[in-house]
């Protein structure tokens, strides 16, 4: 009998702690695809926050790293600069990234870091309690925002890939979603290209993912990619925002 399907090798054999319906390990799985695909298991380094990273480093079988929340960039970057021959990703969420990691994913951007970013957007703190993040959608309800989201007091929702493809030393920026089989392939190839260009040493490639979080949006799983599709992509469109082709190297 002839294999058709195996799981990747990049990718431990273990038990997610992952909600039903969430879309992380989903993510975890097209990342660990495009390792293994790559044939750079042996050379990759992942960095996670502590909070919004989740716990990414149980589930990768490469070198994995953990920072402080929002630090991803930083050590990356250290990691990256001490052994330049390292494929080096940081895998974030959006508060980590976009709240406490405001300063770092931008200086990392501007400076054109050879290093990879996964970002999953999920418009809310899914992994800490449910609060407002700054992704949350304008009249969201959250933990702490349970009237909806005011934009008057509160703000309104960063599109991060879009001030991210603003930055000099960003090479590549694409938004992406995996709430489909037909997005699934364009975030797997996303996520190729990003890698392709870390190992080409073309600079900072930024990959947003759009996911679900059905536990702190309060719907069941097939409702919340629903959700996604009717409220999360029509504010923040799907597509490459940035590509320099040949990078900045």
Known sequence: MSIVYSPTKALLDVPTHYCPGCTHGIIHKLVGEVIEELGILHKTIGVASVGCSVLAYDYFACDMFQSAHGRAPAVATGIKRANPDKVVFTYQGDGDLIAIGTGEVVHAAARGENIVTIFVNNCIYGMTGGQMAPTSLAGQVTETSPYGRDVNTQGYPIRVAEMISTLEGACYVERVSVDNIANLTKAKKAIKKAFDNSIQGLG????????????????????????????????????????LKGGHR
């Not at 490639?205 to 409702?223: D, H, K, R, Y």
């Open 204 to 243: 900072y490639s930024f990959i947003e993912v759009l996911s679900t979080c059905p536990t702190n949006w309060g719907l069941a799983p097939v409702e919340a990619l629903k959700w996604l599709r009717e409220n999360m992509i029509p504010y923040y469109p799907l597509g490459v925002k940035k590509e």
